[in-house]
């Protein structure tokens, strides 16, 4: 006997959340996100790690005895970015029901559910390249989610995030990018990538798939169809034609450009000198992946200062591991 369909979305807005795309940021995650949320029965939300951070604990991040206040929620709700989560304080607000504080673990279910009715779809995913770190916690409290990790060429990755104006929120905000942005972008991409497939991986094959940006751009359907496979929809091909739900204007900007392949390309947008560096701080990742190197064996030179970088971006990279930011009052 088919469930009647009011049962189906009940039972699908109950899985919610249902989804999160991760990976080292400047690989492709807001192309992967405007592919996936046009697909009909899956809507995706805007990063959020500026949310789940404010709940952090001090010691473990998303700590499951936590409690959202109605003044917690009024400050979420005021926070100029969120304004892009299409919902309005009424309905943020309403998630508590009551004066009484509601545990966090519960608000933020509410919250995937409530975007996804908004958006008239049962399953709601969320797109947050930093928590490509954050798999096993996020799996400890959400042991259901399925987790998307999309992984670029890091000499590609390392292209875009040079010429991004934000670089500071990501490499850039290593002590040793002053010295030298190229290697602290290697390491940089190397740590996050690895993080991310340590912990999916421990999660196996039903919970955690890996995509190649390249065979995205490569293969669009082939590859939008596998994803879909993963996530146990059926392939839509309008999931190709993200670009048309704005005006024809906008199509031609970065995030809304149809799947472009060539935007970035380390083989005839990157210096030698660049390259060699890069290969040899984080040349053993790219092999591991398939990458093809331009210099298989860097020089002694560049591999002592590789080593060098290696050393004092692990001794940063713990020293400044980020103390979960509060939201402004």
């Not at 917690?72 to 299409?86: D, S």
């Not at 392949?261 to 053993?284: I, K, N, S």
Request: charged share 25%; hydrophobic share 40%.
């Amino acid at each position: 006997m088919l469930m009647p369909a009011a049962k189906q979305w009940e039972r699908r807005w109950s899985m919610n959340p249902f989804v999160f795309f991760v990976g080292c940021a400047r690989s492709g995650t807001t192309l992967l996100q405007r592919i996936v949320n046009a697909h009909p029965q899956i809507a995706v939300l805007p990063e959020m790690d500026w949310i789940t951070d404010c709940f952090h604990d001090g010691e473990t991040w998303l700590g499951r005895e936590g409690r959202v206040t109605r003044e917690q929620a009024a400050e979420l709700a005021a926070h100029k970015r969120f304004r892009q989560f299409e919902v309005s304080r009424e309905e943020l607000l309403g998630l508590l029901g009551s004066d009484e504080p509601v545990p966090y673990v519960v608000f933020l279910c509410g919250l995937f559910v409530l975007y996804g009715k908004i958006k008239g779809k049962p399953l709601v995913g969320s797109k947050t390249p930093a928590y490509v770190s954050r798999i096993p916690a996020l799996h400890a409290v959400w042991p259901e989610a399925k987790f998307i990790h999309l992984i670029r060429d890091g000499r590609d990755v390392c292209l875009s995030v040079l010429n991004w104006d934000h670089a500071d929120r990501t490499a850039g905000r290593h002590a040793t990018w002053a010295e030298d942005p190229v290697s602290t972008a290697a390491l940089w991409w190397e740590r996050k990538v690895r993080r991310g497939r340590q912990g999916g991986r421990t999660l196996g094959p039903d919970l955690y798939y890996e995509v190649r940006y390249e065979h995205l751009i490569a293969r669009p359907a082939e590859e939008c169809a596998k994803l879909c496979a993963f996530l146990g929809v059926p392939y839509d091909e309008g999931t190709l034609r993200f670009h048309n739900s704005v005006p024809p204007a906008h199509q031609e900007t970065h995030p809304w450009r149809p799947i472009t392949p060539g935007l970035r390309d380390w083989q005839t947008q990157m210096p030698a000198a660049d390259l060699e560096g890069f290969e040899a701080a984080a040349g053993g990742l790219l092999d591991e992946l398939g990458y093809a190197r331009a210099f298989p064996s860097p020089s002694p030179d560049r591999q002592e200062h590789a080593a060098l970088m290696r050393d004092l971006f692990t001794r940063d990279a713990r020293a400044t591991t980020r103390r979960t930011p509060r939201l402004v009052r």
